[in-house]
């Protein structure tokens, strides 16, 4: 077995024992996912379909994912002014509870060497980078590592969309992230 397919595997069954652990309590794994993904989410990038994009879902399983966390009270559904049918949540404060829980992959990652942390985060990124780039996905980084990241203001300003970022929202997932080059 050659490198490239004992890292995959590897991955998978961390994958696996992670998602293992999202059956805990009234919710399953692509619940769980959904609220770490908004719980990491900046304001522009909370909708079903961005959900669903980077969890490697459908819209319609993604819609019928966040109702179903609506119902139980983890999430908030608000609609745009301007136009209803825009959709974004946001996490209750059971949801955030519920993120901050205890994993046992979290804990043993924890548990190495802060080098190791490093090396092993280091790889992942590069890895997810070209598996994006290979599969066409976005790459959904923070805001301060974006190209159209504008650090002149106190809490930064997205070039893109023309506006200002609220506090801790340049340390948050982007839907329209592209790499700073």
């Not at 692509?30 to 304001?43: D, G």
């Not at 924890?110 to 280091?122: K, V």
């Not at 805001?143 to 809490?155: G, P, Q």
Request: glycine share 8%; net charge negative.
């Amino acid at each position: 077995m050659n490198t490239d397919h004992r890292i995959r595997t590897l991955i998978n069954r961390l994958a696996r024992i992670d998602a293992s652990e999202g059956w805990a309590g009234d919710l399953n794994p692509t619940q769980r996912m959904a609220l770490e993904y908004l719980s990491e989410a900046n304001m522009f990038s909370r909708s079903p379909s961005h959900v669903a994009e980077y969890i490697g879902t459908t819209r319609g399983t993604m819609s019928q994912t966040l109702k179903a966390l609506a119902r139980k009270g983890y999430v908030e559904e608000h609609r745009k002014e301007h136009d209803q049918r825009s959709i974004s949540y946001e996490l209750t404060k059971e949801g955030a509870e519920i993120v901050r829980q205890p994993n046992p992959v979290a804990q043993a990652i924890g548990d190495m060497p802060l080098e190791n942390q490093a090396m092993l985060e280091q790889g992942l990124m590069q890895g997810l980078s070209l598996a994006l780039a290979i599969n066409g996905g976005r790459s959904f980084g923070q805001c301060k590592s974006c190209a159209h990241h504008d650090v002149t203001t106190e809490n930064g300003f997205c070039k893109l969309l023309g506006v200002s970022l609220e506090p801790g929202e340049k340390d948050k997932i982007c839907i329209e992230h592209e790499e700073a080059k």
